[in-house]
């Protein structure tokens, strides 16, 4: 196919790429208008339910005030950084080394080499001492 | 689909007829269908939707619209350039027609199979399962990198033998319309069909997380293939789907949930010790690590099954 033809191909495609781009948006309105935006909320019930699942428990935990997000210390030396995804929540669990931990300025941000994982921020008054340890922060 | 044929002097190749754009045709279907769903699943509270996911999963959809526009062509090019070394001409006959059928369904089985057992196709195909839900959206949650993925080989035996490329194509369209209607919680066990078709209690199981469902049920039309190679698992009413893939995504964005597993094969390959690691990191199992410190599926599953086994146990 020489290049005449395939740009008349996405000429001849683009009314139907716009259309059924203005569907999906009509789509996602129905959903919001049927109420399908719940959000789960984290807390320590479900940072054990999590951390259960993969054989560990929760040893110390900290969750973000609007508990969509939170960073937990396991047994085994792991770390547990969980998100809530709608009316779900996703869970990481990673050996302390996998997971770089920084505090700053009453911030603190987790961030794996994972791209399916965008990294963790959330606001926290003061980090406990294995945090602050972890970001190299003095207790 | 029904492009550039009139110029190969190839009668085996051209179509009796014209074949229509059947996922084009079939869109307004799949639409209507999902309001409904939306709608029922609201009344009913059967089944789950989530507005973010949903809009996900339909943007990964128009999105592999538009890389098919932009890539299709080099595996439709590649099945012409197969085409050419045919062992037999089939044509356009109404057996071949059947045969194709079967053998494009067979096809679709290897592909999807091999597609969770090596890394490489699973890099593309991950994406499908990346939804914590299951609904119709789901089934609209499509790679954006399934022809550079190189998915399209899996198809090329088929042209090879001598099945035209536009009768191959077809059946693949039909495949993909057919298996739309199976991602939905809505419809429980259908019978005697369950023997032969891909159902959504069977699609269920395929999309499932739970260690006993794991690697199952990759029919695309025809649940005879995973019976026949030992890949059938039943749904269990005692134990519901969990949906999704092992390690859920944490990000709704379209860009991160098409190539987050790309990535993760660089990152590997990058940090590989050897040309052994790379290789197994690219062409091994979905988490597969040199010392074994991931999950794979097998893993999984043998973990499950050893638990199950000393819970049979009765304690002495």
């Known amino acids: 196919m020489n290049l005449e033809a395939y740009l008349a191909q996405w000429i001849a495609e683009a009314p139907v790429l716009a259309g059924s781009a203005a569907v999906v948006v009509f789509m996602i309105a129905v959903a919001a208008l049927l109420g399908f935006r719940n959000t789960a909320k984290i807390d320590a019930l479900e940072l054990a339910r999590l951390a259960e699942a993969e054989g560990a428990r929760v040893e110390d935990s900290v969750i973000a005030p609007n508990a969509r997000q939170a960073l937990a210390r396991l047994s085994g030396g792991k770390l547990m950084v969980a998100r809530v995804m709608g009316t779900d929540v996703s869970a990481r669990i990673a050996p302390i080394g996998a997971l770089q931990v920084a505090f700053r300025k009453g911030k603190l941000s987790a961030r794996f080499a994972d791209l399916g994982f965008p990294p963790l921020h959330m606001r926290l008054q003061a980090p406990p001492s294995w945090l602050a340890e972890l970001a190299g922060e003095p207790a | 689909m029904t492009a550039p044929v009139t110029s190969l002097s190839m009668p085996a190749y051209q179509p009796p007829f014209d074949i229509p754009p059947i996922i084009t045709y079939a869109v307004p279907a799949f639409v209507l269908l999902i309001l409904i769903e939306m709608i029922v699943v609201k009344v009913t509270k059967r089944g789950r939707y989530e507005m973010r996911d949903s809009a996900t999963s339909l943007a990964m959809g128009l999105g592999n619209r538009v890389m098919g526009i932009a890539f299709g062509g080099l595996a439709f090019a590649a099945y012409l350039g197969a085409y050419q070394f045919r062992l037999f001409d089939l044509g356009w006959t109404w057996p071949v027609m059947v045969a194709c059928f079967f053998a494009e369904d067979l096809a679709y089985y290897a592909f999807h199979r091999i597609a969770h057992e090596r890394r490489f196709f699973w890099a593309s195909h991950v994406v499908h399962h990346t939804s914590q839900h299951y609904n119709l959206t789901t089934a609209l949650r499509q790679t954006w990198t399934g022809t550079l993925g190189l998915n399209f080989i899996f198809?090329?035996?088929?042209?090879?033998?001598?099945?035209?490329?536009?009768?191959?194509?077809?059946?693949?369209?039909?495949?993909?319309?057919?298996?739309?209607?199976?991602?939905?919680?809505?419809?429980?066990?259908?019978?005697?069909?369950?023997?032969?078709?891909?159902?959504?209690?069977?699609?269920?199981?395929?999309?499932?997380?739970?260690?006993?469902?794991?690697?199952?049920?990759?029919?695309?039309?025809?649940?005879?293939?995973?019976?026949?190679?030992g890949t059938f698992v039943s749904e269990d009413d005692k134990e519901k789907p969990r949906y999704g893939i092992i390690s859920q995504l944490g990000t709704f964005n379209p860009f991160r949930v098409a190539v987050h597993e790309w990535v993760g094969i660089w990152r590997d390959v990058r940090g590989a010790k050897s040309l052994r690691e790379a290789l197994g990191y690219v062409f091994g199992p979905p988490g597969w690590s040199p010392d074994g410190s991931r999950k794979t599926s097998r893993s999984i599953k043998q973990a499950w099954a050893a638990q199950q086994q000393s819970a049979a146990v009765p304690a002495e």
Do not use: C
């Open chain 2, 155 to 229: 198809w090329l035996p088929l042209v090879l033998i001598g099945f035209p490329p536009l009768m191959v194509l077809m059946f693949s369209a039909i495949s993909l319309v057919y298996q739309f209607w199976i991602h939905t919680e809505l419809i429980g066990r259908m019978g005697p069909l369950e023997w032969v078709l891909n159902t959504p209690s069977h699609h269920r199981v395929h999309h499932a997380t739970n260690a006993k469902y794991l690697d199952a049920n990759y029919a695309g039309v025809l649940i005879i293939w995973d019976r026949l190679f």
